[in-house]
């Protein structure tokens, strides 16, 4: 049982984007807060939630499947309660991949948005998350930095290739797993997450040629 966070988008709504957060994070910490006002701007509304494990206090992720259910509950408590006539699912490194193992499975959405993916564990680079990407048919905005110790560049690259059209991936220079760039960059935080927000921006835009239906299963959840 987990509650959520809604928030309109700041302008006209394109869709409804359902943001999962990572395994050391929750839908209010520091990275999430930051991201939140730039999705809106980007004619997101936004909902946010907890995994079970963060509901608890615990610090130690829940394992996938109970994730995945937890995720798709959620998923259809919005469909419930807020009725979006397009919906995109993902979130921020264990969220979106998450999302992401759904979409492959088939769970109906218009979209992904994934935020600094995580492809392999750090200074495991030999150990791919990658398997499923190929069975998702839905389109996919992946974003992360070129300083990601979770994905290292030129092996998403490669994976990239290998993927249907619809995925469309974008490099945030000198920015790491947290969309955090070092001091000694041109620019700050701040103007990496403009950027994130321009690209989601443009990418959302294009998402009214799609006609995904909204449908799948899940349980209602209330808090």
């Known amino acids: 049982m987990t509650g959520w966070l809604y928030e309109p988008a700041s302008g006209a709504a ?8 990572g395994a050391g994070g929750h839908m209010a910490d520091r990275g999430m807060q930051a991201i939140a006002p730039r ?8 909902l946010r939630f907890n995994f079970p494990y963060r509901e608890k206090g615990s610090r130690r992720p829940d394992p996938m499947p109970v994730l995945k259910s937890s995720f798709t509950s959620i998923v259809e408590r919005a469909r419930r309660e807020l009725g979006p006539a397009k919906l995109i699912l993902g979130g921020r490194s264990m969220g ?3 999302a ?6 088939g769970f109906a959405c218009d979209g992904l948005l994934l ?3 995580p492809l392999h564990p750090a200074g495991k680079p030999e150990k791919l998350r990658d398997a499923h990407l190929g069975r998702i048919k839905v389109p996919v905005l992946c974003v992360n930095g070129t300083n990601d110790a979770l994905c290292r560049r030129e092996l998403m690259d490669a994976v990239a290739q290998t993927l249907n059209a619809a995925w469309e991936m974008h ?9 955090h760039v070092p001091k000694s960059s041109a620019r700050d935080d701040n103007a990496v997450l403009d950027e994130l927000a321009e ?8 998402l009214g040629g799609y006609s995904a239906p909204i449908s799948g299963s899940g349980l209602f959840l209330s808090r």
């Open 96 to 98: 979106g991949r998450v």
């Open 39 to 46: 999705l809106r701007q980007s004619g997101l509304d936004l």
């Open 199 to 206: 690209v989601t921006q443009r990418w959302v835009s294009r």
């Open 115 to 117: 935020l600094a993916y």
């Open 14 to 21: 394109k869709a409804l984007f359902i943001c999962a957060h």
């Open 100 to 105: 992401s193992l759904l979409a492959a499975e």
């Open 171 to 179: 490099w945030l220079e000198e920015a790491d797993h947290s969309f």
